[in-house]
C-alpha cells in the first residue's frame, strides 16, 4: 500500500505552477526562458504599503494575531466593500487568509460534505476543480464558447444544477479567458439561482480593478441583495496592489460561514502574516490612484500582444475584456511536426515546445479544462512581452504539416 491517500491521487498539481516552476530550473541551467505562465504583476507593491510592513515590524507587530485577522484590517475590508460594492458588513462576517485561494479553500472545506457538487464555468483557473475535489466535492464544469464572449447563460447554469448543487463559483473578470460578466448576466443567472434556494453562491472577485472594456465591473451580492445570505464574496490584495507574495487575501459573508472558515483556518494556517496585514490596511486604506496606472499598462500591454499573437498563423485570440491574460486558440497548430519529429498532438505538446524551442513559458488550455489554447499572462514589461511573441511566432514557423493534418 502506498503512503498516498485515495483523495490525492484525483488532485492535479497546479499547471501554473508547474510551468512556472520548469521556466526556473531551465534558467537555472542557463537557458533564458520569459516566464509569462504565472499570472502575477511586474510591478513593485507601491512603496508605501512596503512601508506599513516596515514600520509593523519596528513596532513588534510580529506575533500571533485574531484568527480571522486583526482589527484594523477587518475595518479596512468591511470599508473597501462599501465603498466600491455597496456591500455591508459586519466584525463577524468578514476575514482574511494566506491569499483569495486560502479563502476559498476554507470556504468548500467548511461547506461541502462528500459528493457535494460545485458547479463553474469553463475555461476555469486550474485551482478550481482541484480545491473542490481536495475538500470532498464534485466538480461539475459548465463548458462556455468562445462565441458566448465566455460566459455561463441561465440555460448553461439550469441545466448544471442537481439535487446536489451546493455552490456556483463564478469568476469574473476571469482566468483564463478576461470574460467579464455583465450586470444584466448576473442578474439573468440570479433569476435561475432564485429557483434553487439551496444553492449558495462565491464570487471570486479576484481581478475586480483590471477592467479595460466598457463592461462596468459588478459583483452578485450588489446586483443581488437577496442572494446576499447565501453569497460568498472574495477577493485580495495580490493582483490590484501587486502584493502577490504577501499573502493576503479577504472574504465577507454570512456570518455562520465566516465562523465555520475561520474554524478551518485556525486549525491549518492560523491567520496569514502579521506584517502582511499591516501591509494590506494600508493597501486598502491609502491612496489608490497607482491601481488605475497598472491597469493602464495592462490595457497597452493587452493590445500589444493581441497585436502580435493575432499575426501568427495558427494563433488567435481576441481582445479580453479584463484580468491580464490572453487565452489563444492553437487548434489550428496541433497536429504539427516540430524540427525534432515530434508531433505536436496536445496544447501541452505545443507549451512545451514553446518552453523549449522559443523560451517561453505558457499554460497550456488544458489546465483551464479547455483543450486547444495556451494561456499568456502580460503582465510582464512591454519589452518582454515583444520579445515572446518574436520568439513564439519564429518557433511556430518552424513547425510543419504531418501528413493528414489539416
Ligand atoms: N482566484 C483566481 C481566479 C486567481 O487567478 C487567483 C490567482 N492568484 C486566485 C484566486 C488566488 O489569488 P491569491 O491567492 O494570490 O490571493
Ligand atoms: N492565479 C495566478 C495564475 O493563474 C497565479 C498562480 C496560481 O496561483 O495559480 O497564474
Not at 463577524?92 to 487568509?97: E, I, M
Not at 472545506?109 to 476555469?124: I, K, N, Q, W, Y
Not at 478551518?264 to 502582511?276: E, F, L, P, Y
Request: hydrophobic content about 40%; proline content about 4%; overall charge negative.
Amino acid at each position: 500500500m502506498g503512503i498516498l491517500s485515495e483523495k490525492l491521487s484525483s488532485v492535479k498539481p497546479s499547471q501554473t505552477k508547474a510551468m512556472t516552476e520548469r521556466a526556473a530550473s531551465l534558467r537555472a541551467e542557463g537557458k533564458q526562458v520569459i516566464t509569462l505562465s504565472q499570472g502575477e504583476p511586474d510591478f513593485q507593491t507601491p512603496d508605501r504599503i512596503c512601508q506599513a510592513a516596515i514600520e509593523a515590524i519596528r513596532a513588534g507587530h510580529t506575533k500571533y494575531t485574531a484568527v480571522a485577522g486583526i482589527q484594523s484590517l477587518r475595518k479596512a475590508v468591511i470599508a473597501k466593500f462599501q465603498r466600491e460594492n455597496s456591500l455591508n458588513f459586519t466584525l463577524d462576517q468578514v476575514t482574511v487568509g494566506c491569499g483569495a485561494k486560502q479563502l476559498l479553500f476554507n470556504a468548500l472545506l467548511a461547506s461541502l460534505d462528500e459528493g457535494d457538487e460545485v458547479v463553474f464555468p469553463t475555461p476555469c483557473w486550474v485551482s478550481y476543480p482541484e480545491i473542490v475535489k481536495l475538500a470532498g466535492g464534485v466538480p461539475a464544469p459548465v463548458e462556455t464558447r468562445v462565441e458566448n464572449g465566455f460566459i455561463m447563460t441561465p440555460d448553461d447554469l439550469r441545466s448544471a444544477i442537481t439535487d446536489k448543487t451546493k455552490w456556483l463559483m463564478l469568476n469574473s473578470p476571469s482566468n483564463p479567458t478576461g470574460a467579464v460578466y455583465s450586470r444584466e448576466d448576473l442578474e439573468d443567472l440570479a433569476a435561475v439561482l432564485r429557483d434553487y434556494p439551496d444553492v449558495w453562491v462565491l464570487s471570486d472577485d479576484i481581478y475586480e480593478h483590471l477592467v479595460y472594456g466598457d463592461t462596468e465591473f459588478c459583483t452578485m451580492a450588489e446586483i443581488a441583495p437577496d442572494l446576499a445570505s447565501r453569497t460568498l464574496t472574495v477577493n485580495g490584495v495580490s493582483k490590484s496592489y501587486a502584493m502577490t507574495g504577501w499573502r493576503v487575501g479577504y472574504a465577507g459573508g454570512p456570518a455562520e460561514l465566516i465562523k465555520a472558515m475561520n474554524t478551518v483556518q485556525g486549525q491549518s494556517t492560523s491567520h496569514t502574516c502579521s506584517i502582511a496585514q499591516h501591509a494590506a490596511v494600508a493597501a486598502l486604506n491609502g491612496d489608490q490612484s497607482f491601481i488605475r496606472e497598472f491597469r493602464d499598462a495592462f490595457k497597452k500591454r493587452r493590445d500589444q500582444v493581441v497585436g502580435l499573437l493575432n499575426q501568427i498563423p495558427g494563433l488567435s485570440c481576441k481582445a479580453p475584456d479584463g484580468a491580464f491574460y490572453v487565452f489563444a486558440e492553437c487548434q489550428g497548430l496541433l497536429g504539427t511536426r516540430a524540427p525534432s519529429g515530434k508531433v505536436l498532438a496536445t496544447d501541452m505538446d505545443f507549451a512545451l515546445y514553446l518552453m523549449e524551442e522559443a523560451g517561453v513559458a505558457v499554460v497550456p488550455g488544458s489546465g483551464f479544462l479547455a483543450d486547444g489554447f495556451i494561456r499568456i499572462s502580460y503582465a510582464s514589461s512591454e519589452e518582454e512581452l515583444a520579445n515572446a511573441c518574436a520568439a513564439i511566432s519564429n518557433a511556430v514557423s518552424r513547425l510543419s504539416r504531418t501528413q493528414g493534418a489539416a
